[in-house]
């Protein structure tokens, strides 16, 4: 399939309009495509996306519940978290599957790496499995008011189909191992 090399959009100026610790928000003026002006909003994340889906010898799989800001929504999804920019993902991934449900894993395949939103964002989501489990004590952050709950992977999976977990991550998390199961890959 072929596709175009060089980048159609041409930028006439930039202007940062908003920065935090997380995210950067640039505003550029374009000419697009087609030769017309434009206006364009990126938004920068300074963090990976990492995720980690955590699968014990019985298939059994571990959901964190909380409450979503953005979406004004209660989430179940895998451990999830943050990996700042010039880091090992694998590490920010074990880090984060500790934190928020105090396992340590012997075995990690990292399975998908993705975009999350390329319309308006840069940010890159990376996917761990984690296998060989064993339970140590949580830590999780200060801002973080987190459920933990062994759950059955094929529930999990009955839960990605029927809708009842929306978080693209462990969708996509979710949806993978399934097919590495259904072709003996695991």
């Given at each position: 399939m072929h596709h175009p090399e060089k980048n159609p959009w041409k930028i006439t100026s930039e202007k940062d309009v908003y920065n935090n610790p997380w995210i950067g928000v640039t505003e550029y003026q374009v000419i697009n495509p087609s030769g017309n002006p434009?206006?364009?909003?990126?938004?920068?994340?300074?963090?990976?996306?990492?995720?980690?889906?955590?699968?014990?010898?019985?298939?059994?799989?571990?959901?964190?519940?909380?409450?979503?800001?953005?979406?004004?929504?209660?989430?179940?999804?895998?451990?999830?978290?943050?990996?700042?920019?010039?880091?090992?993902?694998?590490?920010?991934a074990k880090r984060e599957l500790l934190e928020e449900t105090g396992l340590k894993a012997s075995k990690w395949t990292e399975?998908?790496?993705?975009?999350?939103?390329?319309?308006?964002?840069?940010?890159?989501?990376?996917?761990?499995?984690?296998?060989?489990?064993?339970?140590?004590?949580?830590?999780?952050?200060?801002?973080?008011?987190?459920?933990?709950?062994?759950?059955?992977?094929?529930?999990?999976?009955?839960?990605v189909c029927d809708g009842e977990i929306t978080d693209s991550m462990t969708v996509v998390a979710v949806l993978r191992v399934q097919l590495l199961l259904s072709e003996n890959r695991l």
């Amino acid at each position: 399939m072929h596709h175009p090399e060089k980048n159609p959009w041409k930028i006439t100026s930039e202007k940062d309009v908003y920065n935090n610790p997380w995210i950067g928000v640039t505003e550029y003026q374009v000419i697009n495509p087609s030769g017309n002006p434009g206006i364009y909003g990126k938004v920068h994340f300074k963090n990976m996306a990492i995720g980690v889906l955590p699968l014990d010898d019985e298939l059994n799989t571990y959901l964190v519940g909380q409450y979503r800001f953005p979406i004004d929504h209660y989430s179940w999804e895998m451990p999830e978290g943050g990996g700042p920019e010039g880091t090992d993902p694998l590490e920010s991934a074990k880090r984060e599957l500790l934190e928020e449900t105090g396992l340590k894993a012997s075995k990690w395949t990292e399975i998908q790496r993705m975009h999350l939103s390329n319309s308006v964002s840069d940010e890159l989501s990376i996917i761990y499995l984690a296998r060989g489990l064993a339970q140590f004590e949580a830590e999780p952050e200060d801002t973080e008011q987190l459920i933990i709950k062994k759950v059955p992977f094929a529930e999990v999976y009955r839960m990605v189909c029927d809708g009842e977990i929306t978080d693209s991550m462990t969708v996509v998390a979710v949806l993978r191992v399934q097919l590495l199961l259904s072709e003996n890959r695991l």
